[in-house]
């Protein structure tokens, strides 16, 4: 009896893919592992994520301390208030040469 883990099974079905796919190129076909990497390599650089939260509930620092690598190469938005003067001045900036009537 055979236990596979969901995350070999996924593998599975991905290396099964890409060599389907390998198999219309008139290419000596890669091995498995080469396979693997090039999907590993193209995940790490098409893949991105978006985490919102905010910083006044506490629940950001504890995050960051749980999952570090999360958070080592991360671009931080800090959303606050604007006055309605900068609201209005923005709006203006970007709506100058619309007709809005």
């Known amino acids: 009896k055979v236990n596979l883990n969901a995350a070999t099974i996924a593998r599975q079905e991905i290396l099964a893919e890409l060599e389907a796919v390998n198999a219309v190129r008139e290419m000596p076909p890669p091995t498995r592992e080469q396979l693997w990497r090039w999907f590993v390599e193209r995940a790490r650089r098409q893949v991105h994520v978006l985490v919102c939260a905010?910083?006044?509930?506490?629940?950001?620092?504890?995050?960051?301390?749980?999952?570090?690598?999360?958070?080592?190469?991360?671009?931080?938005?800090?959303f606050l208030p604007w006055s309605e003067t900068a609201l209005q001045g923005v709006a203006a900036k970007r709506l100058e040469g619309f007709s809005l009537s």
């Open 54 to 78: 905010s910083p006044a509930e506490g629940a950001l620092n504890a995050r960051a301390v749980k999952f570090p690598s999360l958070f080592g190469e991360m671009h931080v938005e800090w």
